[in-house]
Every structure is written in structure tokens, then in C-alpha cells.
């Protein structure tokens, strides 16, 4: 029996959308209020799905424990409370929009978790906006 079970965390970060390969007019276009030169930030929320069969043994598809500490190792630690665009090496060029973050934590996760399972992370950064990885269909 195949099933998926979800966990939720929850980071505050900073960052700002440039592009260093533009003009500061173009960058203020193209990203605008994302753009403070100052740097702004977001809470965002986090869902992790891990698909897989059901252990007959456990009854469990995977240790929700064990994924709790792999997204507290992995993500928040790295993230909560960052400027990610300087204290995250990931992004030191990579613009660190809402795609690339949930990317990366997607990377990051899937890394730490068994290849039997299916992994996908959706990441909220407004309580509007979110994005997922691997798209849905």
C-alpha cells in the first residue's frame, strides 16, 4: 500500500532579489519592493511529502521523528534567521527567489532521505504565494 505522509516547519529569512549582471534600473523593474537594497524577509512555511510503501513491521510509511530532524539539520538550521543571499553559500549566485530556496531544500532533503521514497517540498512565502518542487501535476 502506497501512501504519502507530510511534515510542516516553519523559517524566517531575509534576502534580496538582484541580478548582478544588470543595471540597478533594470533590477528595480524587474524586481521591484524585492529589491531594497537593504535586503526584507518572509516567514516562510514549509511541507515535505514522503511517498512510499507502508512498512509492515511499523506500520509507518517513513519515521516522521527521523524527517523532523532531517528538515531541522538540514533546512532550518541553514536558513532560520539567515540573510540567505550572504550567510547561505548556496546563493552566493543564485538568487535566492521562492523557486530557487524550495530547489534547494528539495536538494538538500532528498540527499538525507532513502531513494525508495518519493520527496516533494512546497514552500509557502506569503500565506499567497507558494511554490512546489517537483511541479504538480
Known amino acids: 500500500m502506497r501512501l504519502s505522509v507530510f511534515r510542516r516547519a516553519h523559517f524566517n529569512a531575509a534576502h534580496r532579489l538582484f541580478n548582478p549582471g544588470w543595471s540597478d534600473e533594470k533590477n528595480q523593474k524587474v524586481f521591484g519592493l524585492c529589491n531594497n537594497p537593504h535586503f526584507h524577509g518572509h516567514n516562510y512555511e514549509l511541507e515535505v511529502r514522503i511517498t512510499g510503501e507502508v512498512n509492515p513491521d511499523t506500520g509507518y510509511v517513513y519515521d516522521l521523528g527521523k524527517l523532523k530532524e532531517i528538515i531541522r539539520s538540514r533546512v532550518e538550521e541553514k536558513f532560520d534567521h539567515k540573510n540567505l543571499n550572504v550567510e547561505v553559500e548556496e546563493f552566493k549566485n543564485l538568487i535566492p527567489t521562492a523557486e530557487h530556496?524550495?530547489?534547494v531544500?528539495?536538494?538538500l532533503l532528498r540527499n538525507e532521505i532513502e531513494p525508495d521514497y518519493e520527496v516533494?517540498?512546497?514552500?509557502?512565502e506569503t500565506p499567497r504565494n507558494y511554490v512546489c518542487f517537483?511541479?504538480?501535476g
Open 101 to 103: 530556496i524550495c530547489y
Open 105 to 107: 531544500i528539495y536538494t
Open 120 to 124: 516533494s517540498v512546497k514552500l509557502w
Open 134 to 136: 517537483p511541479a504538480e
